[in-house]
């Protein structure tokens, strides 16, 4: 049977699309930019020829972030990091945030609001620090990981996703002898995709961004994420960075463009990840599991 | 009421096994540190630590309200950037995550998803380049914009009226694109059937937008919200730094960039823990009631 | 049901073994990592240092120390904040070199520059400092010393392990001044920079000038003259584009105009006339530093972003010809040339740098680099391994052997001596500096001594050269060393960003017209920014001024 489409339904359609397209041009602009910057003569991008197209065609930005010795390691070191902790928080947020989905449970909510606390309420930098340093973490890849494991943002969208799944799903494994455990695995985090995927994604994102959590726990070089190097390149000659004494009168002399060619290095392996994950976000994935 | 309490526990006691990991996280890495809050109270002196430094009361908190040139100011700079974000910059990408949710061509779709969230990936050192330079008098392309329409140009860095808008302006455009993941997650944990239904009872297309897809948004939207609104007194200052100029500081300074320049780099710990604890407190107080007004709505709340 | 149960067991064994593989492989590349590490050191330990007697050293240019400075190789770890353009190695060629005569090894902890100030004050805090702790500043180490976290140097100076930086501070007294705690001890040790070394200069496009007949200005009047020129030629630029509008400090536009009309350094600053600290807006001559001000900015002769501007845009602007004449470090010159020969090989392009001018009436001058240089200072840590060990390789690299190596590199491969003359084997000017760098030669906190200036060739850009001689008559000596104590550190932290801040907005406001320059505004900002502190720091300065002199 055909469903008729209103007058009203078309042309909101039609407007929709026009939106979404100057959405995707004030969008793209940026990156374009940055990419056509990267792969340009640098006299052009710094006196401001260079608006949207590449000119003057020349790899040289890269040439510079690759000589880099250190960036294969540090390459190596984010994506261990990010695959580790994305795992690692993933596994712990879920195991606490199905039970406290249940409303059932005692202590719920005291649980809840000793959590929402800490979003607001922090012990400073430097108690957290010496807590790390006494456990021993300092200058390993544990201490980039497990202070940040448990996000709160995440543990209450969890949370709410899980509240929404159907008490038969459960009743069901039970009585197919599942523990919670099993529970959790088999029925709930597969029904959880979407919530899951996007956790995921955020966790995966914000530690492959992230600098000063490494900053502060890190001192080998050997360990250094992707970030710490080349944040030093992005901000080069901005305030930010004249804003520090130490340098002094010897300016740093940089190829203007390996700023972008390092913005370039360091997004592109993130940023292709999404698409791949898009197709678990179809309608119905969590409602798929009743039929069965 | 005891013995129930305790078959309760019981009776889930696996529950609570499970949690444990993340509880123990919490007491070690939130809890255990929460010391730190002390030092509000003190002149924290590296060298005698936090049991040996001198107590000095709320000192720094009236010293923020009384020494501080234009305390209120800061604080009224701060509400008024998170207002402004709360108005705009917060269902913007709940309507893109709508509107992207009615394209019919899925390649499309997921196309123009994808590069929505380009800029998220952008440092902000590079977005705030790219803005300043869109605003410009001379070579900006707002400005040729404008001229075109026989407008004076604006020299909108300049203004301290414009700053709140540019602000927000380039958080959108910042964060447009990645907010609406979560939106869109949300968005497919709907049952499809009710859809169905829907359209049996004669509900037209923007009815089923309205009571069922927003719907199954709202818990989401909600907790957010009221997450959100717990910040309320603060607004991080790097982007704000990297923003503002002389002739902006009516507006643009806020609470965060002033304890950053009186001294967090200085080791001021003291000062800067003291107004941290401040904007704590308020957001608390802002949550708990939100959370109230959440439950009363039953859609969904934080706890 | 059965189905669906085999296919979830499957999906959970990926989980489980994908994790699994995840955390092994961590864990691999980890005693990877560790496994290199030690292989290393026991490589070095086995192989690079030969027995004492093997070493031959001249003991004038060690200053006296006696080479190996330990028998066992040892090693040290160094904190640096690490340069964006110069990657920091602890294989370095002149770190190898050092450690096959010396015996110590250093491996390098750096942080880079961006968020480097936040670790340092973290590693401070929570007293995690490591053996050595460079890219220090002097006040840090003197209110962190007391405390325990920094190594009390002066015993070992007095013992005599310390000959090369005694005779530095003997030679330079603000050194002690600047490196003195109040308990008396000594816990880091400044960087010595060249004599007589300019940082900045004053710029302007030598081929517009040219074009127009201009001369160098001598005064304001005359800097006037050639901007109404310029504009005129060029009716779409801006002429005069400042870096920075800071009212206070080494270089900024507030700060700039205020010496040349008032002869203090900056708004808050040292009067060398009257030998004080004063507040630029409660002199005579204040008035017309705002009316001059405020003229270019009506007459377009000043871009009306000034205060709005980006580095990058500014980059844009000087080399697109938007903008002609500016302040700027002197390197700016021939690093603006070689980007517009870059972007277009047969331009005209040319920044040759102007002298220091002034108002009528008005001496100009141009302040070296205090050679005293604390913001770039080492400490040691209280609880160093061997400290006097340690104690002599912070010495060795004061000392000429060791300077050699830090200023000029690896004999051979990057410099030569011809004749008692030290010459660089790098043949492009603009990248000497650069490539040097990145072997850790002239590295800022690794370079403690600068080479004598009667023994080296530095290869300097013709650019710069022109710009040493063309501001040598107007050299004077920097202002004088002052150290704060712990009241009027306090007091300074409170006041002075919130005062500069203050400053530069209302400054702003006279220079854009949005507030009219007459004498009740001007005694309007001069009451609002003594209620801020101006005065207290100004009496401030002067008691320290006091003291330094006595």
Redesign the interface.
Known sequence: MK?KT?M??RV??AF??T??LI??A??????V??ASASIS????V????VKLWPRDLTFIAYERVFA???IWLSY?NTI?YT??QT??TL???S??A???A?R???G??T?????????????????????V?Q?GL?D??WAVI??T??NT?Y???MR??F??LPEELEE?ARI?GC???GT????VM?LSK??L??IG??TA?TQW?S??DA??YL?????YPLQ??L????????????S???????????L?TV?YST?MVA?LP??CV??FI?K????????GGIK? | MRKEHWRALRRDQALYWLMLPGILFYIVFKYVPMYGVLISFQNYSIGKGIWGSEWVGFKHFIDFFTRTPDAWQLIRNTLLLNVYELLFAFPAPILLALLLNELRVVLFRRFIQTVSYLPHFLSTVVIVGMVVNFLSPSSGIVNHVLVMLGIEPIMFMAEPGWFRTIYVASEIWQTLGWGTILYLAAIAGVDPTLYEAARMDGANRFQQIRHITFVGMLPVVIILLVLNLGKMMEIGYQKIILLYNPTLYDTADVINTFVYRRGLINADFSFAAAVGLFQAVIGFVLVVAANKLARKTAHGSLW | MKKMKAVYQSRTLRLVGGVTMAVMLAACTQNGGGTNTTSKEAVDGGNSTPPASAIEYDPARTGGLELPLSAEPITYSFFIAERADAAVSSDWPIFRAMAERTGVDIRFEPAPGAGFEEKRMLLLATQSVTDFFGSLTGSLARQYGPDGVFLDLKPYMDEGLMPNIKAWYEKYPDATVVSTAADGGIYSVPTFSEENYISFSWMARGDVMDELGIEQPGNTDEFYDMLKQMKAAYPDAYPFLPISTAPIGRIGLYRDFAQMFTGIDGMLGYDREADEYRFAAEDARFVDMLTYLHRLYEEGLMDPEFALLQSNQFDERMLSGKSLVTHHFKGRVSQFNSKARQADASTDYRLVPMAPFAAEGVKPFQFIKPVVFDAQSIALAADVKQPEIAVQFLDYLYSDEGTDYTNYGIAGKNYEVNGGEVRYLEEEPDLLVPNLRKEGVLYDSIRMAAFDKSRQARVLSPEDAAIDELQQPYIVDSVPLMVATEEEAELEKERLANLTKHLEQKLTEFVMGKTAINDESISQFVREANQLGAAELVEMYNTQLERAGE
């Open positions: 469903i209103s009203a339904s909101f359609d929709n699309v939106l979404m959405l995707a004030v969008m793209l602009y940026p990156i930019y940055v003569n640098v006299g052009l710094v006196n401001g020829t880099d010795p250190f190596g261990r695959v580790i795992a690692a596994l712990v947020t195991m606490m199905y039970p406290l249940k059932r449970l005692l719920r909510r649980i809840l609001l000793f959590a929402a606390a800490t979003m607001l309420f922090n012990g400073g930098l430097i108690p957290t620090f010496l807590v340093k456990l300092i390993t890849i497990v202070p494991l448990i943002w543990l209450f969208i709410t996703f509240e929404q069901a197919d523990g919670v455990m959790l695995l088999r029925i597969p979407p919530v995927m996007t994604l955020f994102v961004n600098f000063f900053l502060i001192n080998q070089k050997e360990l710490i190097h944040r030093n390149i992005v901000i080069a000659g901005t305030a930010a960075a004249q520090q004494g130490s340098a002094g009168d010897d300016e740093i002399m940089l203007e700023k913005i997004a993130i940023l999404y698409p898009q678990y976000f179809v309608q119905g994935t969590m409602i069965g």
